[in-house]
Every structure is written in C-alpha cells, then in structure tokens.
C-alpha cells in the first residue's frame, strides 16, 4: 500500500524552539507539499518541491523553511517557533507527469502545539 | 488567482438521508477537480476527482459532475451512512499557476443513526 508517513503526530514545543517536521514518501513521486490545516481556513500551501534540493513558496512560507535532500523525504522547519504556528501540518506528494490530473497522497498530519 | 468555495458546514443528517455540498470555483485555463475526504483523526484521501468538463467522477456510493458553465463541482450520495461523518474538501488543480492544489474550507459531516 503507498504510503507518505509524517514522523510525528503530535509535537509539543516552547515558544522560540526550532521543530523539524518529516515526511517520507514511498511512491517515488517527484511532488511534495506542506500544508497547514486550521479550522474556518481549509488548506493553505507552505512550500512545495518539484525534484531534490529544489523548493517553492507557497502562499504563507513565513516562518518556515524547508529541506529536501533525498526524493523520498521533504522536511519542514520552523526556525523559532511561535504560538501562532500551533496547527496541523500535512504533508502529500503526487507524481509530476501526471500534471493537474493527479491526486494529492496524505499523510496522517503532525498536530503542534507551541507554548 | 484560483479559489474554490464550499457549503458552510457543518451539516447533520439522518441515516439514508441524501446528501449535497456545494462547490463553486474560479480559475482560469482547465482546472481537474477533486474531492477529498478526511476521517477523524487521518489525513486527507481522494473520493472522486473529474479531469475535464462533464466528467462525473464517482466512488463508495458518492458522485459529482464537473460543471463549467456553472463552475461547480458538487458533491451527491443518495443515502449516507454514519461512517460517512468526516469533513469534505473540494479542491481543484490549476492548469496554471505552476499545478498547485487549492482547498475550499471543508464542510463536516455527522451522521446519525
């Protein structure tokens, strides 16, 4: 069964802290995203890569960074954490070929809670 | 720039109840829809998705037309189970603006028996 696991579900973290969040995927897909998920707002994209050690602001990269040295892994990096970054994360990949036509492959999200 | 609108939630519904969320978009060029589907808990996963106009993508007893002369995606099901309580994203996928995903809100689901 593909898969794109996050490595951590639930994180608790202080105020100026700096949080790796992993995502790895084993699809071989070329796509991978970061998303934040907060209620009333939907989705909205971080970042997102096209190939390895290339990346893309999405609509809110501030904040963050992010890191994708291998094909399979992409990982998001909140450099000083703050309170206004307690949300779900998400992270998806898709195939690059498939264009607009394909799908976005979930992972299960990673809640963080910043004190 | 692309943007999708949903029903406001959330929504309550009787067991075999029919089931409508609305979805209207805007985008330019050729958009795919889809609809996501997430359970407590889990991530996202796709319920049906529709390439290109009158398209009807259906799966698990749920279906939607891709309508562009109304720009609308909505989502159907005849009669709803309480496993179907979750919360429902229409998204769509621009031809432009380099493929990214844009998710409407969400509107959640509970069914009861």
């Known amino acids: 069964d593909v898969k794109v696991t996050q490595s951590s579900r639930y994180l608790v973290k202080r105020t100026g802290e700096k949080v790796f969040l992993e995502c790895v995927q084993d699809?071989?897909?070329?796509?991978m995203f970061w998303y934040r998920q907060d209620p009333g707002l939907g989705l909205r994209l971080i970042y997102f890569?096209?190939?390895?050690?290339?990346?893309e602001k999405g609509d809110i990269p501030e904040g963050y960074s992010v890191s994708r040295e291998k094909k399979e892994r992409f990982s998001l990096i909140l450099e000083s954490a703050s309170t206004n970054q307690t949300s779900m994360y998400l992270c998806a990949s898709s195939l690059l070929d498939r264009g607009v036509t394909g799908e976005l492959f979930f992972g299960e999200g990673s809640r963080l809670t910043v004190l | 720039g692309n943007s999708v609108t949903q029903m406001e939630g959330p929504v309550t519904l009787s067991e075999e109840a029919f089931l409508t969320i609305n979805c209207t978009y805007t985008a330019t060029g050729y958009p795919s829809l889809f609809w996501y589907v997430q359970y407590p808990g889990e991530g996202l996963q796709l319920l049906l998705k529709a390439t290109k106009a009158d398209d009807k993508g259906s799966n698990k007893g749920f279906e939607a037309t891709y309508r562009k002369e109304t720009t609308s995606f909505h989502l159907e099901k005849g009669s709803v189970q309480v496993s179907d309580s979750a919360v429902y994203f229409c998204a769509l996928r621009g031809s432009t603006n380099a493929g990214k995903s844009t998710f409407g809100d969400g509107t959640t689901l509970t069914v009861k028996p």
């Open positions: 699809m071989d897909h070329e796509n």
């Open positions: 890569s096209y190939d390895v050690k290339m990346k």
